[in-house]
């Protein structure tokens, strides 16, 4: 019988590993306009996001966006979003990828006064939907379509 593995590696994904934080929050590497990151993978975010902080790190245009943001601990958080950015997570690659920026203060003092390192940013459902991602929770693996 063929592995979950298999059966995605057979079917043009790529797979990329999963480190399960102190939190119980997936980190991810993933790579913005060149430049690499660390993002927690959350299936609940519908957008993915990056710190106020990363804009110049990752190169990014920030214009003013309507949006409010909203997550565990927070709410009606003001925005800006970056549009035509590219993303590559592993050997998948996307361009043309917006991103929401808000403030990660809060997100980043969750993860440090657990002892886990803090973050850029946030890959949401956005780029999951798009990469049709799957993950295996149990051995610890992103597989993307390429």
């Given amino acids: 019988m063929e592995t979950l593995q298999e059966f995605l590696l057979n079917r ?4 990329v590993k999963l480190r399960l934080t102190r939190t119980n929050h ?4 993933a790579t913005i306009n060149g430049i ?3 993002f927690i993978l959350d299936t609940g975010a519908s957008s993915s996001c990056v710190g106020f902080e990363a804009i110049e ?7 003013d966006s309507k949006i409010k943001a909203a997550g565990a601990g927070a ?12 993303l590559k997570i ?16 809060h997100v980043n003092t ?6 886990s390192k803090p973050v850029d940013g946030i890959i949401g459902a956005d780029v ?13 693996y992103l597989y993307l379509k390429l």
């Fill in 12 to 15: 043009d994904y790529t797979k």
């Fill in 128 to 140: 999951l939907k798009k990469a049709k991602a799957i993950i295996d929770y149990e051995k610890k």
């Fill in 110 to 115: 969750a993860l440090t006064t657990h002892n």
């Fill in 36 to 38: 690499k990151g660390l």
């Fill in 90 to 105: 592993g050997k998948w690659k996307q361009d043309k990828i917006a991103l929401i920026l808000f403030n990660l203060t």
């Fill in 57 to 63: 790190t990752f190169n990014l245009k920030a214009n």
């Fill in 75 to 86: 709410t009606d958080m003001d925005t800006q979003i970056s549009k035509k950015n590219t």
């Fill in 26 to 29: 997936f980190e991810i590497k």
